[in-house]
């Protein structure tokens, strides 16, 4: 009888606690249906593609993010094509479809951004007429346009809020040498380099490299994901570099490259005035440079951490510079270390890393990162608007009494 009575309390136990997961599951499910309908959401467009060599990789980010974004949004994505079109379209969250974008795309309409107001337009036979009110930008855009401050600059224009650093800290995180003169003035060290210009004579130009130590490296000054950048050994393989290098740009650099080298990144970002640092990552990278293919394409396993003291160090200094270039969103720092003489080195800032480097973060979700990026981007732009950017003068009123004067 005792076993019985346990069981039967057991089941009515079962039953109510079965009872109240699916009441939970069946408002969680009302919730986010309710939410579908455009009440409670805040509309958010998912930019990504362009005219930039990290166009693909731009893509994976938008559609990771997309399919993780919360239904406390919603998303308007928007692609860039290569040619610098805006397009927005009905199964743009399948990466596939970019691999035929004529073909595949469903539903697809061109798009643009009303300027002066926070108003998404598509076009109609051949109008633009009004299509969503922006709320925020999901800016998931790699390399020149997207990343360089152009895009940061449109929004701004249009008052929209976006994730991404401001204009003036995208352009400086773009460009490698203004970034390093920016490092330099701080006293954070970078490897030693020197500037090229193209349309110079390259005589003139190699004559500078003279006082760097070989092995160098030649990359572009305004390009990421490792496109663009050689290895040079002697006077021979660095014409052959430079020339690849200005291939992609009109600025290039070359530094010497890191000894005893080990690479380590480290990504953060801030939401009401809390900074969130990531784990830090061990690049393993057996080659001389960390390829495009290597950091994108290669299957192999490739990150560990540091031990302790190293991370902190990098952790405390990716804060540093997060700071120091008044970053905004999910920034991803990328360091150089000489184990032998024990020098930790700034390589590169991305402002807008691949995949929004949600895979450093091992404690917080992706959709949490999305959401907390999107809402502070809103309060910053909430705090600009708050700040006088008018004044009342009489300089005009002065200036047409002194015209009509001269006419006398």
Not at 136 to 150: F, M, P, S, Y
Request: proline share 2%.
């Amino acid at each position: 009888m005792i076993f019985i009575k346990n069981l039967f309390v057991f089941y009515v136990f079962l039953l109510d606690f079965i009872k109240v997961l699916f009441d939970s599951i069946v408002v969680n499910v009302f919730i986010c249906e309710y939410k579908k309908e455009g009440i409670m959401k805040k509309i958010v467009v998912i930019l990504f593609g362009g005219k930039s060599v990290e166009h693909d990789i731009s893509i994976i980010t938008a559609t990771q993010a997309m399919k993780n974004l919360s239904c406390d949004f919603e998303k308007v994505p928007v692609y860039i094509d290569k040619q610098g079109t805006w397009w927005t379209g009905k199964n743009f969250e399948d990466a596939k479809v970019f691999e035929r974008f004529e073909e595949l795309a469903l539903g697809k309409k061109e798009v643009s951004i009303k300027l002066g107001g926070n108003l998404l337009l598509i076009l109609k036979g051949k109008k633009y007429v009004p299509y969503k009110k922006i709320d925020a930008v999901l800016n998931c855009c790699h390399g020149n346009v997207g990343e360089d401050g152009a895009v940061q600059g449109l929004f701004k224009v249009c008052n929209v809020a976006q994730t991404s650093p401001n204009v003036l800290s995208s352009s400086l995180c773009m460009d490698k040498v203004f970034m390093k003169y920016v490092l330099q003035a701080n006293n954070i060290l970078s490897p030693n380099f020197v500037v090229l210009k193209n349309g110079k004579s390259i005589d003139n130009e190699i004559r500078k490299v003279e006082e760097l130590r070989f092995p160098l490296i030649v990359k572009p000054s305004n390009l990421g994901s490792s496109i663009g950048i050689s290895v040079a050994k002697n006077k021979e393989e660095l014409i052959d570099a430079i020339g690849l290098a200005f291939k992609f740009d009109k600025k290039i650099l070359c530094e010497e490259m890191v000894r005893n080298l080990r690479e380590f990144n480290c990504a953060c970002f801030v939401f009401k005035e809390n900074l969130f640092v990531s784990s830090v990552n061990e690049v393993q990278n057996k080659s001389e440079i960390f390829s495009f293919e290597d950091k994108y394409l290669s299957d192999k396993a490739r990150s560990k951490k540091p031990d302790k003291k190293l991370e902190e160090e990098i952790k405390q200094l990716t804060k540093k510079v997060y700071e120091l270039f008044e970053c905004q969103g999910v920034v991803r720092v990328d360091f150089l270390y000489d184990q032998n003489e024990e020098k930790l080195y700034v390589n590169e800032i991305n402002t807008i890393p691949g995949s929004l480097s949600f895979y450093l973060y091992k404690e917080i979700k992706f959709s949490e990162i999305l959401s907390s990026i999107i809402n502070q981007s809103e309060i910053n732009l909430n705090e600009e608007s708050s700040l006088i950017k008018t004044f009342e003068s009489d300089a005009l009123k002065m200036f047409n009494l002194h015209q009509q004067k001269l006419k006398k």
